[in-house]
């Protein structure tokens, strides 16, 4: 599986973004998919996950609320809407999909094997 993601950008605080994850190769659909971001001089941590049939999310408490995941597999792209944007969001923001197919909306990075390059997310107050 390939990952790209796109849509980063730098924000005030308050504001939207959506970050989106294109992937090729093997069967998008059969993946547990997730976000983790990476700020500077932090360990990379969990934002959000989906079940590989969409039916189960699971979210980081720090954005639960603010932030939804979710999947086209029409189009072969994991999303990330992100709303009402703080500036503890910054940090460098990954799609993953899972070391497993048919995987549910797990939240440790162990449990992902493909990743995506990373999308820049700054938010300024």
């Known amino acids: 599986v390939q990952l790209v993601e796109s849509g980063g950008g730098s924000v005030q605080a308050g504001a939207s973004l959506r970050l989106s994850c294109a992937a090729s190769?093997?069967?998008?659909?059969?993946?547990?998919m997730g976000w983790f971001r990476q700020a500077p001089g932090k360990e990379r941590e969990f934002v959000a996950a989906?079940?590989?049939?969409?039916?189960?999310?699971s979210y980081a408490d720090s954005v639960k609320g603010r932030f939804t995941i979710s999947r086209d597999y029409a189009k072969n792209t994991l999303y990330l809407q992100m709303n009402s944007l703080k500036p503890e969001d910054t940090a460098v923001y990954y799609c993953?999909?899972?070391?497993?197919?048919?995987?549910?909306?797990?939240?440790?990075?162990?449990?992902?094997?493909?990743w995506g390059q990373g999308a820049q997310v700054t938010v300024s107050s």
């Open positions: 989906i079940r590989w049939s969409g039916g189960s999310t």
């Open positions: 190769g093997r069967t998008f659909a059969s993946y547990g």
């Open positions: 993953a999909a899972s070391r497993t197919l048919y995987s549910g909306s797990y939240n440790s990075p162990n449990d992902y094997a493909y």
